[in-house]
């Protein structure tokens, strides 16, 4: 079966202006990113490459098709100097109020492939800026992946676009459930950093929580433990949950950093070095004064770390040192998410395992 990359024009691969309309060859500037990465995923998979765009009032005064067409060609012309053409381009000229049944999100461009048992829409998706891009996706029944950009910075996120269409999504789901715990753990390493944490401990949903954000992870974790006993089933088993989930995220970890590292806080310096080399090893160079931070013993530290290193296979080295013991351990917690941040990178122009063995 075939899948298909339903690309987006305004926005995704061409900057959209304020006006809205791209009439103009002084108003054209490419997406940062957007071609090096269309070249890529021509050359290397094969996805069916069809353009939808909405180009609002094509053909009337308030937008004449002799301002469309010839800068439309000249971006295709582009594109093709290049290697990339597209199989079908497809275009809606209605306004949003004409309700056209063939205006994204609406499908009636792409009913055709819908239709047609020899495309396998579930394992497609759709790239584009907008809400009405990712509806488009949802009333397709496809996947959606979003490009965002920041002009200033020349930065865009058609890098990990292209990594996710080439090397697949990588998500994970666990359920961890014992007579003392029942835990659901779920993450996106390709993620936003949006989280959704529940463990019934205030201060380690807090700790949690900075490895989604600053990790830029999704992740979900809902824990219901024996708190009425103590905290260490909680803490321990969430643990071993998350672990095993960014393993199974990691899939073949082809193409990864693989290594990890660091971050001061305030008084603190935090020094988190790891490796997903499957071999779990934890040195622990941390000492915390106080019984408790929150509701979350000190002497649980090292037994989270402990238990997130064995159950992730990766090698951790932590240290931290400095007065506060709030600002120590958030500090941990910051550097282990910036040190995953950068060891499940993922390049796609070196899609292979980093290691001499052949095997991780």
């Given at each position: 079966?075939k899948?298909?990359l339903?690309?987006?024009r305004?926005?995704t691969?061409?900057?959209e202006?304020?006006d809205?309309q791209i ?7 490419f ?10 995923l021509r050359?290397?998979t094969d996805?069916?490459f069809v ?5 609002d009032g094509?053909?009337t005064?308030?937008f004449?098709?002799?301002?469309f067409?010839?800068?439309?060609h ?6 093709k100097g ?12 209605h ?5 056209a ?11 055709k492939?819908?239709?047609?048992p ?9 790239i584009?800026?907008?809400e ?7 009333n397709?029944?496809c996947?959606?992946l ?18 996710i269409?080439?090397?697949g ?5 666990v359920?961890?459930?014992?007579k003392?715990t029942?835990?659901?753990?779920k ?7 949006h989280?959704?944490i529940a463990t019934?401990l ?5 700790m949690l929580e900075q490895?989604?954000?600053?990790g830029m992870?999704d992740?979900?974790i ?8 103590d905290?260490?089933h909680?803490?321990e ?16 970890k ?12 305030d ?6 070095a790891?490796d ?6 934890l040195v622990?160079?941390a000492?915390f004064?106080r019984?408790?931070?929150?509701e ?6 090292l037994h989270f770390?402990?238990?997130l290193?064995d159950?992730?296979?990766m090698?951790?080295?932590i240290r931290?040192?400095g007065?506060n ?11 282990l998410?910036r ?22």
């Amino acid at each position: 079966m075939k899948k298909i990359l339903f690309i987006d024009r305004d926005g995704t691969i061409i900057r959209e202006p304020q006006d809205e309309q791209i009439d103009a060859f002084e108003k054209l500037q490419f997406v940062a990113r957007a071609i090096s990465n269309l070249v890529f995923l021509r050359q290397h998979t094969d996805y069916l490459f069809v353009m939808v765009s909405n180009q609002d009032g094509l053909g009337t005064p308030s937008f004449p098709e002799d301002t469309f067409w010839p800068v439309h060609h000249f971006i295709l012309d582009t594109l093709k100097g290049e290697g990339v053409v597209f199989d079908d381009i497809l275009i809606d000229p209605h306004f949003p109020e004409d309700n056209a049944p063939t205006r994204k999100p609406n499908t009636g461009l792409v009913q055709k492939y819908m239709d047609n048992p020899e495309y396998d829409i579930a394992n497609s998706y759709v790239i584009g800026d907008r809400e009405t891009d990712r509806l488009f996706a949802e009333n397709i029944g496809c996947k959606f992946l979003q490009i965002t950009e920041n002009p200033e910075s020349g930065e865009s996120s058609w890098d990990q676009v292209a990594a996710i269409a080439f090397g697949g999504e990588r998500t994970a789901e666990v359920r961890r459930t014992t007579k003392e715990t029942d835990i659901y753990v779920k993450v996106d390493l390709d993620g936003n950093g949006h989280c959704d944490i529940a463990t019934g401990l205030g201060f380690f949903d807090h700790m949690l929580e900075q490895i989604g954000k600053h990790g830029m992870i999704d992740l979900n974790i809902h824990t219901k433990g024996d708190l009425h006993v103590d905290e260490h089933h909680t803490i321990e088993d969430t643990a071993l949950a998350l672990g095993e989930c960014l393993l199974k995220a990691l899939g073949d970890k082809r193409g990864i950093e693989r290594y990890g590292y660091c971050l001061p806080m305030d008084d603190c310096l935090c020094s988190v070095a790891l490796d997903f080399g499957g071999r779990p090893w934890l040195v622990w160079n941390a000492d915390f004064q106080r019984e408790k931070i929150g509701e979350m013993p000190t002497e649980m530290f090292l037994h989270f770390f402990k238990s997130l290193s064995d159950a992730a296979k990766m090698n951790l080295n932590i240290r931290a040192e400095g007065q506060n013991e709030h600002h120590k351990i958030e500090g941990i917690f910051k550097a282990l998410a910036r040190s995953l941040k950068m060891a499940v990178r993922r390049d796609i122009y070196h899609y292979e395992l980093p290691s001499t063995k052949g095997a991780l």
